[in-house]
DNA sequence: ATGGTAGAGTGTCTA
């Protein structure tokens, strides 16, 4: 089973895009951040006649997370007991979908951006990951899969340039020992032995050209669970659909090879 | 510190 992972940036601006990538790699499951669509507003038809259902939520035009599947979709769940994501004054947004693949359990992850170190929204995103590690714990016993836009990087060499991101969000401690906590616990960034060298990014800002310049960070991640990990094959990350200016997302897709 | 680009949808907000 192949399953992947893309922050889309507008699943209606890039639909055509989101088709052409499930057909170019064969995907099983894709798990999509930044819809930036209502379940409403979803371009289902050309989806479902390859083959694919499609879970999704969203409710205004900056977050929304979707998963696209052709091995089921089973007990879909929005958020999770005892985790901000609806109704609250920093979270009225949509940023984890979680349903049972192919028997694997996957959540499309999209973690609050942080702004600034000095905005409320820097402790929200803190407080998020801390309430979704306590919920992703139970789940270590199980074939789980966390993945999506982290908006953390959590090593030095998964930034372009430390001095561009000093003082600024994504790499400062708290940030990156709350992603480590996840490791700690028993996950696994499965991805990482499978793309060796210093290609690992995930992400490039629209700006300044950053694309064709290689200038990204890596702040997109699955991470499995110890029997999810075991099951893996393989890992890429799909930086050409970055590359292929104009009209990319500014995230690359993550794909991971799973046995069985 | 600021600004650069892109996508939502017309006012800016978000990243």
């Not at 209502?38 to 038809?45: A, I, N, Y």
């Not at 490791?183 to 696994?188: A, H, S």
Request: charged share 25%.
């Amino acid at each position: 089973m192949r399953i992947a992972t893309w922050n889309v940036n507008s699943i209606r601006s890039r639909i055509d895009r989101v088709e052409a990538f499930l057909q170019r790699h064969d995907i099983d499951v894709l798990a999509l951040q930044e819809t930036k669509a209502r379940e409403d507003q979803l371009p289902l038809m050309g989806l479902q006649s390859l083959g694919y259902d499609v879970a999704a939520a969203g409710i205004n035009q900056w977050n929304g997370v979707a998963l696209i599947s052709r091995v089921g979709i089973e007990d879909i769940q929005v958020g999770f007991d005892g985790m901000p994501g609806w109704g609250e004054p920093l979270a009225a947004e949509a940023r984890a979908i979680g349903a049972t693949c192919g028997g694997v359990r996957i959540w499309s992850l999209y973690v609050p951006n942080g702004r600034k170190i000095d905005d409320p929204h820097y402790h929200y995103k803190l407080d998020w990951l801390s309430r979704l590690r306590d919920a992703a714990r139970p789940w270590l016993g199980e074939d789980t899969a966390l993945v999506g836009d982290w908006n953390i990087a959590p090593q030095d060499e998964d930034v372009f340039d430390m001095a561009a991101y000093a003082n600024d969000t994504h790499v400062t401690p708290p940030e990156r020992e709350a992603f480590a906590a996840f490791l700690d616990e028993g996950y696994v960034d499965v991805v990482r032995p499978h793309t060796p060298g210093p290609d690992v990014f995930t992400y490039w800002d629209y700006y300044r050209q950053r694309a064709i310049r290689n200038r990204g960070m890596r702040i997109d991640f699955i991470l499995g669970s110890p029997s999810l990990a075991e099951r893996v094959k393989g890992a890429f990350i799909d930086r050409d659909e970055r590359m292929n200016e104009p009209g990319a997302s500014d995230h690359a897709p993550v794909v991971v090879d799973l046995a069985g």
